[in-house]
C-alpha cells in the first residue's frame, strides 16, 4: 500500500524575539489519521450531477478541508487534511475522480491531521478508507481530484479543493475555475517518472502549491 508523505515547507514569518528555537520549517504540515468508519459511493453516471445527494455536512468550528497529496497507479492513493485553525467532521464531504464520485465517512479530523483513501485491494480499513473498485485507477500522465462539501458536483460553490496535472481537459476543471480554486488554463507538469504529487505551498491555488514526487 502507497503511502503519502505530505511536506510543506513552512513559511515563517520574521521574528526579532532572539529565542533561539530551533527551527521547523521542514516539519510536515499533515499528519496521518485512522478512518472512524468506511465509506459510501454514489452510482458513476453520467448524469451524476443531478442525481446525486448527500447529508448536511457537519463542520466543528473553522475547518479547511484540502486534498493534501495524490499517489498515482492502480493501487494509489488520496489524501485528504484540515489546514484549519479547528477540527471539522468530513460528513456530507465528497471526492470527485470522475466519473467515480466517493463519498467521506463520518471521520473528525483535528488541525494539521489527515486521512488516507487507499485503492489497494489490500488496504486495510484500521489505517486508511478503503476504495478498490469505487475510484478508478489514478493516472500517472493526467487526471484530477475534486474535494466537494456535498454532491453537487457541477456547482462551484461546493467545490473546496482540486488539483489537476497533465491535460486540462477534465471534467472538473471548469468548475474550478469558476470556484477560483484552479488558474485558467494552468497544470502540473508531470513525466513519466512522477508517482504522485504533494503539497508545497497551499497559501494560493493553482500548480505552485504542488510538486511532482518520484520514487
Not at 74 to 88: F, Y
Not at 91 to 101: C, D, E, K, M, Q
Amino acid at each position: 500500500m502507497k503511502r503519502i508523505a505530505v511536506a510543506l515547507m513552512l513559511v515563517l514569518a520574521a521574528c526579532s524575539s532572539g529565542s533561539g528555537e530551533s527551527d521547523t520549517s521542514d516539519a510536515p504540515i499533515l499528519e496521518s489519521t485512522s478512518p472512524s468508519s468506511t465509506a459510501t459511493t454514489s452510482p458513476s453516471a453520467p448524469d451524476a450531477d443531478a442525481a446525486a445527494t448527500t447529508t448536511t455536512t457537519v463542520v466543528t468550528g473553522d475547518a479547511r478541508f484540502i486534498i493534501g497529496g495524490v499517489a498515482f497507479g492502480d493501487s494509489g492513493s488520496i489524501e485528504v487534511g484540515n489546514l484549519g485553525p479547528d477540527a471539522g467532521n468530513l460528513t456530507g464531504y465528497w471526492l470527485a475522480v470522475h466519473p467515480f464520485y466517493l463519498e467521506m465517512p463520518a471521520t473528525t479530523l483535528a488541525p494539521g491531521r489527515s486521512v488516507v483513501v487507499s485503492l489497494a485491494e489490500n488496504a486495510d480499513p484500521d489505517l486508511v478508507i478503503p476504495a478498490a473498485g469505487l475510484i478508478g485507477p489514478l493516472s500517472s500522465s493526467s487526471g484530477e481530484v475534486g474535494l466537494y462539501s456535498s454532491g453537487a458536483f457541477g456547482d462551484p460553490t461546493a467545490m473546496v479543493d482540486y488539483v489537476l496535472w497533465g491535460s486540462t481537459n477534465q471534467a472538473r476543471y471548469p468548475v474550478a475555475v469558476a470556484a477560483g480554486l484552479w488558474p485558467e488554463d494552468a497544470t502540473i507538469v508531470v513525466d513519466g517518472s512522477a508517482t504522485g504529487l504533494t503539497i508545497v505551498d497551499r497559501t494560493d491555488p493553482g500548480p505552485q502549491g504542488w510538486v511532482a514526487t518520484t520514487e
